[in-house]
């Protein structure tokens, strides 16, 4: 008579690859790293252009892309550093010990950032993740989507010979 045991908490997080998250995380020091480098290049340069909102719109889209990798390389290193334990500990600080008690396995996403606990009688609730994560990438990335397209808009108006409205104040 074999007795039948309750499924445990698994190891690691289901679809958690550490060697993929640390590809993810060097490419986006490197992807900072180099969107830096052209924002001091193209400061050096604005000398050589006609003054305008263009070089700020840029600066402000290059800026928030920047912060939205640092955010959620943030939030995704608290996802690599999941081990056994502190999933346990995640889940114990996130939901009580009598709820992490019930926890039959985690989940990790990386899109959005998440860290779930499941518990045995169905459903989860995310833990190790800070709230404000997602949140804020999505503002990041919502205003470097505006600003990118403000600039590429201003732009256009340069190729096309059109004047900014700043500049026709000047040279009024």
Known sequence: MSQHLPPQASESADGFNSIALLFILLIGVVVVISLIGYLGSSVARREQRPPGHRLWLRAGCILSVCAAICVYMWGALHVLFMEDMN?????????????????????ASYIPLRFTCRISEGGSYTAAIPPWINPALSGLVGLGLITGVASGITRDDFKRGNVVPSQQKRNS
Do not use: F, I, K, L
Request: net charge negative; with cysteine.
């Open 87 to 107: 999933m346990r500990q995640a889940c114990v600080a996130a939901g009580g010990e009598a709820r992490a008690s019930t926890v039959d396995g985690y989940e």
